[in-house]
């Protein structure tokens, strides 16, 4: 672990010299933030790549480094040990850079995509009544990323958990049969996403069709780990095993 950790603050101190080179091509910088980010597990990779994306910001102002940025402090707020006031500053400064993606480069599905993700961590954050008022620009957001994309896994997915979790009309949006539609999408998309698999468990649970949910539940148990979201997948395992236990 300690070897690894090495070599990827060799990646970042090499990229903050490279940085200032006029040949350092903006390809190996993307390439470099998203070999810190593979490595997200170790926190110092993360803050690694915050380091970097600011010093490169400075030089010039671009949407993917932007969404990236976004996705850094979404995951500072989801791994950190905070209390509920410093996890919630991370998702508004993860939301901040979201907008300026989208502000930038309207047509960037992931910018879009971590723009929805953003809002709906501070809503969760602050609480079910203020997230009711986010649900609207979380929606519309996630909607224009289908509208770019139509096959982006990952926006299918957390529109199913939306339609799910929130209130029903004239509460919300919310609304069984659509969360089914758009877990079976981001399932159909990306079979091997653990992550999504769950999701669709959850939904079925949701509408109490206990046998399918069941199938899926058992089949996460028994598949291997996310190659590069090992961590993710252990938790998607726990909490299928959990659930198998409430339910069955």
Same mark, same amino acid.
């Given at each position: 672990?300690?070897?690894?950790?090495?070599?990827?603050?060799?990646?970042?101190?090499?990229?903050?010299?490279?940085?200032?080179?006029?040949?350092?091509?903006? =390809?190996?910088?993307?390439?470099?933030?998203?070999?810190?980010?593979?490595?997200?597990?170790?926190?110092?990779?993360?803050?690694?790549?915050?380091?970097?994306?600011?010093?490169?910001?400075?030089?010039?102002?671009?949407?993917?480094?932007?969404?990236?940025?976004?996705? $850094? &402090?979404?995951?500072?707020?989801?791994?950190?040990?905070?209390?509920?006031?410093?996890?919630? =500053?991370?998702?508004?400064?993860?939301?901040? &850079?979201?907008?300026?993606?989208?502000?930038?480069?309207?047509?960037?599905?992931?910018?879009?995509?971590?723009?929805?993700?953003?809002?709906?961590?501070?809503?969760?954050?602050?609480?079910?009544?203020?997230?009711?008022?986010?649900?609207?620009?979380? &929606?519309?957001?996630?909607?224009?990323?289908?509208?770019?994309? $139509?096959?982006?896994?990952?926006?299918?997915?957390?529109?199913?958990?939306?339609?799910?979790?929130?209130?029903?009309?004239?509460?919300?949006?919310?609304?069984?049969?659509?969360?089914?539609?758009?877990?079976?999408?981001?399932? =159909?998309?990306?079979?091997? $996403?653990?992550?999504?698999?769950?999701?669709?468990?959850?939904?079925?649970?949701?509408?109490?069709? &206990?046998?399918?949910?069941?199938?899926?539940?058992?089949?996460?148990?028994?598949?291997?780990?996310?190659?590069?979201?090992?961590?993710?997948?252990?938790?998607?395992?726990?909490?299928?095993?959990?659930?198998?236990?409430?339910?069955?």
């Amino acid at each position: 672990m300690n070897r690894r950790r090495d070599f990827y603050g060799f990646i970042f101190i090499m990229s903050l010299i490279l940085l200032s080179s006029p040949v350092f091509a903006e =390809e190996d910088l993307i390439t470099t933030i998203d070999e810190l980010w593979a490595n997200r597990e170790e926190m110092q990779s993360v803050k690694d790549s915050i380091a970097l994306i600011e010093e490169a910001l400075t030089e010039k102002e671009r949407s993917e480094l932007y969404w990236r940025q976004a996705r $850094n &402090y979404y995951w500072l707020g989801e791994k950190q040990e905070v209390e509920i006031k410093e996890q919630l =500053e991370y998702y508004e400064k993860g939301e901040e &850079y979201a907008e300026k993606a989208v502000e930038l480069n309207p047509q960037c599905p992931d910018c879009h995509y971590w723009h929805a993700v953003l809002i709906g961590k501070v809503g969760e954050t602050r609480g079910i009544l203020q997230s009711l008022f986010m649900v609207r620009p979380m &929606y519309n957001a996630l909607s224009k990323v289908l509208e770019l994309d $139509n096959e982006y896994a990952s926006a299918h997915y957390v529109l199913g958990i939306l339609y799910r979790k929130v209130p029903r009309w004239p509460l919300s949006i919310g609304n069984l049969d659509s969360s089914l539609e758009h877990a079976l999408k981001a399932v =159909e998309y990306d079979p091997d $996403n653990l992550e999504f698999q769950l999701g669709l468990a959850e939904t079925y649970l949701a509408r109490r069709e &206990y046998d399918k949910a069941r199938e899926i539940l058992e089949m996460i148990l028994e598949a291997p780990v996310m190659p590069d979201a090992v961590v993710e997948s252990e938790n998607v395992k726990r909490t299928a095993e959990k659930l198998l236990e409430e339910h069955f």
